[in-house]
């Protein structure tokens, strides 16, 4: 039997359906609420609010789930590849031998940039931050593509998309680095694994440990369902504008200290500590007090209230990519002594905060070298499959319309315009 749900408003009882996913959540649909009755719903930050029916990622925070397609992130992060997981994401299923090796294929026949681009990226100032020109470049490419920039595109269009996207992006990544750095880019080589070519032009010599690390971080980032830039980027594809355009402001939002900027913020976060001495309970104190907006960076997550799962992969990874490098990193010492007592004091117990996928993972970019400042656009490079295939699906929906929520006004009621002399 299909459930309803009443609401009564004003004496007048109303029926709305209840809409079930395939994990029995649940959800009321109150399109018609406002034309039944003239009240629309409010919740700041949509913490309660589907924005969509979605069959690419489940999670449950309370439990600590993340799945992407159905396939446990443990199982994908312990058997999978980064590309194979992206064409998972995409296409809805694990691809035989055969679509993978195609599906790579394609993926590194994009292993030029346009000259444009190129020059774009040197052309940035020095001070630029490597986000702003990742954004910029990634709307930039559509200038190179204009077939593709129609919002209905074909499903070959489509595919193409996909895979041209993961593999420019690829090299975009590494180019604002090297660049930025004051190094000559080097090359794409189409012969290497995905990972193994990204580390090759972001001049990187790592052993197979070490990429299959990457490789895994990778994995952990590639999608989560609705969060703030896959959000983004569906708000701004709703309104037909090009999926350039609504990845490069899926970028822009990734951007921010409370997403993903949050894992440069551990990093500055950390040595901050060190520098200071290395005592980290202070850093603890000045999160818990409310007149200080100072806050635990890595730690807490809207979703997750239990354990975040990519964080338990993540420090793992951690410990063997700096075994694996020989590194011993104070920062790390550091990290492992704010969670240990975090976790064990009443402040972060009683709200449910605990290491999210950030806290770790820039003490493995540091290891391999990579600057800090460079960290959220290797975020992006990990969710750059998650952004696509949730930008398709929202495409081929069809109750797709323009995101465009309503508000409660609370302005100033109507009034006489004053002459400006009269003021
Ligand atoms: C991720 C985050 C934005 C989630 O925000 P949210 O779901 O809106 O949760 P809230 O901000 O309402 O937090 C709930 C409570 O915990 C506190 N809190 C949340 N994260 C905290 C942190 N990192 N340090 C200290 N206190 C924190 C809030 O102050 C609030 O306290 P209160 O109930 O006394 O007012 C938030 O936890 C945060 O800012 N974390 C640090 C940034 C970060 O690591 N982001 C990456 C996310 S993957």
């Not at 700041?44 to 789930?65: K, P």
């Not at 070519?197 to 001049?203: A, K, T």
């Not at 799962?309 to 010492?333: E, H, M, N």
Request: proline share 4%.
């Amino acid at each position: 039997m299909s459930l309803k749900a009443k609401i009564e408003i004003d004496g007048k009882v109303l029926e709305y359906p209840v809409i079930e996913g395939s994990e029995k959540e649940k959800a009321i649909d109150i399109a018609k609420l406002r034309a039944d009755t003239g009240c629309i719903t409010i919740d700041h930050g949509f913490l309660n609010t589907g924005s969509c029916a979605s069959a690419i990622t489940f999670l449950d925070g309370e439990l600590g789930i993340l799945r992407y397609r159905g396939y446990p992130i443990e199982q994908l992060a312990e058997k999978s590849t980064f590309i194979e997981v992206a064409y998972l994401l995409n296409w809805g299923n694990l691809p035989t031998q055969a679509e993978l090796a195609s599906f790579e294929k394609k993926v590194a026949s994009y292993s030029k940039l346009p000259e444009y681009i190129t020059r774009m990226i040197e052309l940035f100032p020095k001070t630029a931050h490597p986000m702003a020109i990742a954004s910029s470049v990634t709307v930039a490419l559509s200038a190179h593509y204009p077939e593709l920039n129609n919002p209905n595109p074909t499903k070959e269009q489509k595919d193409e998309i996909f895979a041209l996207l993961l593999g420019q992006f690829k090299i975009i990544t590494a180019a604002i680095q090297r660049v930025t750095t004051g190094q000559p880019l080097v090359a794409s080589n189409p012969a290497l694994s995905y990972t193994e070519d990204f580390m090759s032009m972001m001049g990187m010599k790592a052993s197979k440990d070490v990429a299959k690390a990457l490789d895994v971080l990778l994995i952990l980032h590639a999608d989560h369902e609705q969060n703030c830039s896959t959000s983004t980027v569906r708000v701004v594809g709703s309104s037909n504008a090009s999926v350039f355009a609504s990845i490069s402001a899926g970028i822009d939002a990734l951007w921010g200290p409370l997403h993903g900027g949050a894992n440069q913020e551990v990093l500055e976060m950390l040595e901050e500590i060190s520098n200071a001495g290395g005592d980290y309970k202070k850093a603890l104190e000045r999160a818990k007090d409310k007149n200080d907006t100072f806050k635990l960076m890595g730690f807490g997550h809207r979703v997750y209230k239990n354990f975040d799962p990519r964080a338990k992969i993540i420090k793992k990874a951690c410990d063997t990519v700096l075994a694996q490098l020989g590194v011993k990193d104070p920062y790390l010492d550091i990290a492992k002594g704010l969670e240990q007592t975090a976790l064990a004091d009443d402040y972060f117990k009683s709200r449910n905060l605990y290491p999210n996928v950030d806290f770790y993972s820039g003490i493995i970019y540091r290891a391999l070298g990579i600057p800090t400042n460079m960290f959220t656009v290797m975020f992006a490079l990990g969710r750059m499959p998650g952004w696509l295939a949730q930008w398709k699906e929202m495409r081929e929906t069809k109750e797709t319309k323009i995101s465009r929520p309503r508000q409660v006004y609370t302005g100033a009621t109507t009034r006489e315009y004053t002459d400006l002399g009269k003021r």
